[in-house]
C-alpha cells in the first residue's frame, strides 16, 4: 500500500512566491471507513464476534473519555496517547481569570514511535495536476525517503501506464480494509 499525494499547481496570492504559480502538494484521501467497518476488520482479524468487539470498542471508548476528561494522558495500545488540551486568552491580573478565556478546547494525539515508523517507511505516490486539473506527471518512491521519477526515464515520449502514466491500474474499491495484509 502507498499514500497517495496529489500536487496541484496553485497561484500563490499571498507570501515569498506571490503572483506565480506553484505546485501544492496534500494527501488523498480515501472515503472516512465507518465506526461499523472498523469493528468487522478488528473482529475478523482478532478471531472474535463483532458483538464482543463492539461491546470492547464501547468500553475502552468509555474508558478513554472518563481518563482524558480527568486530565490524564491515556495510551491507545498500538496507536499512541491522546488529553485533551485547550487554548485561552491570557490576562495581566489574577482577579481577570475566568472561564471565559478558553477559546477552545482540543484533543492532543502523539503517535507511537512504531505507526511513526510505519508512517516513514510506506511509500508514496504523486500524481501532479496542472492549474487546469489535467494530469501532467506521476512520481513514485520505492522506500522511506527516496522519491524517483518513474516519467523521466526516456525523455520526448510519452509515459505508457506501467511507466506511471495513464490511469490507475486494477479498478475496484481500493479500500484497504476489504483485503486484509496479513498482520
Known amino acids: 500500500m502507498a499514500l497517495k499525494v496529489k500536487a496541484q499547481e496553485k497561484l500563490q496570492k499571498i507570501g515569498k512566491y506571490e503572483g506565480t504559480y506553484r505546485y501544492i502538494m496534500m494527501p488523498e484521501l480515501y472515503t472516512s471507513l465507518s465506526q461499523d467497518k472498523v ?3 478488528a473482529a475478523l482479524r482478532s478471531g472474535v464476534s463483532k458483538g464482543i468487539m463492539q461491546a470492547c470498542w464501547d468500553a ?3 474508558v478513554i473519555k472518563a481518563w482524558a476528561t480527568e486530565g490524564h494522558s491515556v495510551a491507545l495500545p498500538g496507536l499512541g496517547t491522546m488529553r485533551f488540551g485547550l487554548r485561552a486568552k491570557s490576562v495581566a491580573k489574577v482577579d481577570e481569570v475566568k472561564a471565559g478565556l478558553v ?3 482540543r484533543i492532543i494525539f502523539t503517535p507511537a514511535v512504531d505507526l511513526k515508523d510505519e508512517l516513514a517507511s510506506t511509500a508514496i ?10 494530469e501532467v506527471k506521476r512520481v513514485t518512491s520505492t522506500d522511506a525517503g527516496v522519491v524517483e521519477d518513474n516519467e523521466n526515464t526516456n525523455p520526448g515520449t510519452s509515459p505508457s501506464p506501467s511507466q506511471g502514466g495513464g490511469q490507475p491500474s486494477g479498478g475496484g474499491d ?8 496479513g498482520d
Open 103 to 105: 477559546t477552545s478546547r
Open 39 to 41: 469493528i468487522k476488520e
Open 174 to 181: 481500493n479500500d484497504p480494509i476489504d483485503e486484509p495484509n
Open 60 to 62: 475502552a471508548g468509555e
Open 125 to 134: 505516490q504523486i500524481t501532479c495536476y496542472d492549474r487546469d486539473g489535467k
